[in-house]
């Protein structure tokens, strides 16, 4: 794990240290990931939400066959061979 040291006014601070209270954290830094997260999570989703109309109007759905699922297996494990530091499928 890496540090980020982050300025913030007094008010700012008082605010984590009690949402971290209340929200049941063991540290200021459990409770900032938390809420790093959980923007992530909403972006994601914010994104399939925005490719939604796209796929939508791509035109009809196919039915998948077993080359498309091959297809697809084979693509993850090369982007995930690419991703230096992550562990490998087999």
């Excluded at 605010?15 to 200021?28: K, L, M, N």
């Amino acid at each position: 794990m890496t540090s980020l040291n982050v300025s913030l006014p007094e008010p700012l601070k008082k605010y984590i240290e009690r949402q971290t209270r209340q929200g049941g954290y063991s540290t200021p830094s459990e409770y900032m990931r938390d809420l790093i997260r959980a923007d992530q999570k909403q972006k994601a989703g914010e994104r399939v939400e925005a490719l939604l109309p796209e796929g939508l109007e791509s035109g009809p759905a196919t039915e998948m066959t077993d080359e498309d699922w091959v297809d697809i297996r084979r693509e993850g494990l090369t982007r995930t061979k690419k991703r230096p530091n992550k562990p490998q499928v087999r």
